[in-house]
């Protein structure tokens, strides 16, 4: 990169930055693009569950189709992968799903700030996820839990070391689950940048890395969309471990 | 592009400085985000799709009946089709035997009068025939006698009626 004489100079980390909304330094509650991006998150998610639905219509409008689609998607969801007596903690996936949906497809928007691209956010959202969980666990099956680790249906002397596997890989499930979402909006983002900022550096040539650009585009709002899906679906098969433990 | 110093060669995620203020922010969206969905959102979606369920169960079962009621009116309207056609049937059958009655009287009326009519004409054209014997046979011999006296005999009027009518009867029986 000719960045020293000015030539071409991309910075695809920097859309990354917190950045104080009012100039100071940053604490712990100073207001920050973060807190402006996730309100708009709640915004954008209370306009289509509470504004889209306000008709409650027999026959529904578009939006209020759209939110009782999202709400059937989501119910049958955790229906169909946690168990029917998961439904009670329907309240809480449904809003991760929406928080970490609005969040990946506002930070789609040119110039937006993605709140779900840092780890330290995903990290809260996946630590949280795996901390109640393994309490509920521990809570509604005291320690017969810990049967999750023994696999009855092995053979006997392969069950210890299944069993050390077992319990590595339920210790990752937070680390995954939280990096898998932020690394892959990040390196959406990032690599839209870099052809961007290719587009400026190209000059007669800039349509190609423009086409470029629109392509990743449309996947990034498939991933947007899949990654929201995937860490909801990930948040129900835990719980699912929570309430049925037994294999 | 001086600012961009600030932010480093490395990646803004692992700047630690801002984690207290992400979480922060963080914790109170999600907060305030499971406020509206399960308070206001969710419990609304979900009424208005139980709502939905029971109109159409219940709209279901209206249809269930109106489709029951519509055959029982086919089956009535049916029945009562067939009772016509027979009540039809049994009219004109009646009707029938009526008029074949009526016509039988009116024919042996008929047949009565024409039976009449021809003993009547029979009778006449008897009478006719006779008379018409009569004169035959009256000419005859006046006109027998008449060339009888032209030829200057004497017309014996016994002898001559007798012979007229004589060769009448044969000609009447040849």
Redesign the interface.
């Known amino acids: 990169m000719a960045s020293e004489n000015g030539g071409l100079v991309i910075k695809p980390m920097d859309q990354f930055q917190v950045k104080a909304l009012f100039g100071g330094d940053i604490s712990w509650y100073t207001p920050t693009n973060v807190t402006l991006w996730m309100a708009l998150t709640v915004l954008a998610a209370t306009a289509l569950m509470v504004y889209g639905a306000r008709g409650r219509a027999l026959v529904p409008s578009r939006a209020q189709s759209a939110a009782e689609m999202t709400y059937g998607f989501i119910y049958k969801m955790v229906e169909d992968v946690a168990g029917r007596d998961a439904v009670r903690f329907f309240p809480y996936i449904f809003t991760l799903f929406m928080f970490v949906l609005f969040a990946n497809l506002l930070g789609l928007i040119p110039f937006a700030f993605t709140t779900t691209s840092h780890i330290a956010v995903t990290a809260v959202l996946a630590f949280t996820v795996f901390f109640s969980v393994t309490a509920l666990g521990f809570i509604l099956h005291g320690t017969k839990f810990l049967k999750l680790f023994w696999v009855s249906s092995a053979p006997l002397p392969l069950r210890p070391v299944l069993a050390l596997i077992e319990v590595i890989s339920y210790f990752v499930r937070p680390v995954s689950h939280s990096i898998r979402l932020a690394g892959a909006m990040m390196a959406g983002h990032a690599v839209a940048k870099v052809f961007a900022g290719f587009a400026a550096a190209l000059g007669a040539a800039f349509f190609l890395p423009i086409l470029a650009v629109t392509a990743l585009y449309a996947l990034e709002l498939l991933v947007a969309v899949i990654q929201a899906y995937v860490f909801t679906i990930l948040t129900c098969v835990y719980l699912k471990d929570a309430l049925h433990p037994a294999h | ?1 001086a600012e ?1 110093a600030a ?1 480093g060669p ?6 630690v ?14 907060v ?3 406020y ?3 308070r ?3 419990p ?6 139980a ?2 369920r029971g ?1 159409i169960t219940s709209d279901i079962a209206a249809a269930e009946e109106y489709k029951l009621k519509a055959q029982q009116a086919e089956e009535a309207y049916h029945k009562a089709l067939a009772d016509a056609r027979a009540e039809a049937n049994r009219i004109v059958e009646a009707a029938k035997l009526d008029i074949q009655a009526q016509l039988d009287v009116q024919l042996a009326k008929a047949d009565a009068e024409i039976a009449a009519k021809a003993n009547e004409s029979e009778r006449r054209i008897r009478e006719i025939r006779d008379s018409a014997m009569e004169m035959v046979s009256e000419v005859s011999k006046d006109v027998t006698k008449d060339i009888l006296e032209s030829f200057g005999g004497k017309a014996d009027a016994r002898s001559v009626n007798a012979a007229v009518a004589a060769r009448i009867k044969a000609g009447a029986a040849s």
């Open positions: 592009m961009t932010s490395g990646m803004p995620q692992l700047d400085t801002t984690f207290s203020n992400q979480i922060f922010w963080l914790v109170v969206t999600m305030v985000l499971y509206v969905m399960s206001v959102a969710l609304r979606i979900a009424a208005v799709l709502d939905r109109t």
